[in-house]
C-alpha cells in the first residue's frame, strides 16, 4: 500500500504514469473489457482462476483476453515487475 501513497493517485503525474504504463488500454475508447480484465486480474493477485470467476466468465476466456491485451496493447504481465506497474497504473485512475 505504501506504493500507492508514493504515486500519488489521481494527480497529474500518476495519470501520465498510467498512460505509459497502460498504453492505448488507458484510452476511454478501447475495449472495456480489457480494461476490467486487468482490473480483475490485479484485484485477485493476478490468479486468472480466480479474476475470471469475480468477472463471471470461462477461464479461457480470460486468457484469450489476456493475449488480446498482450498484442493489441502491448502490456505483458509475465515479470513481477511488470504486473507492479500494472496494479499501480490501473489504481491511480487514468480511465
Do not use: W
Not at 503525474?13 to 480484465?37: C, K, M, Q, W, Y
Not at 476466456?61 to 496494479?87: G, K, N, P, W
Amino acid at each position: 500500500l505504501a506504493v500507492f501513497d508514493l504515486v500519488d493517485i489521481g494527480s497529474p503525474r500518476a495519470i501520465e504514469f498510467a498512460r505509459s504504463v497502460l498504453g492505448s488500454l488507458a484510452d476511454p475508447r478501447s475495449n472495456p473489457a480489457h480494461f476490467e480484465t486487468l482490473r480483475a486480474l490485479c484485484r485477485h493477485g493476478f490468479s486468472q482462476k480466480l479474476a475470471a470467476a469475480a468477472l463471471d466468465i470461462h477461464p479461457h476466456t480470460l486468457a484469450y483476453r489476456v493475449a488480446q491485451i498482450r498484442e493489441r496493447h502491448r502490456i505483458d504481465l509475465e515479470s513481477a515487475e511488470a504486473r507492479l506497474r500494472v496494479q499501480v497504473a490501473v489504481r491511480s485512475g487514468a480511465r
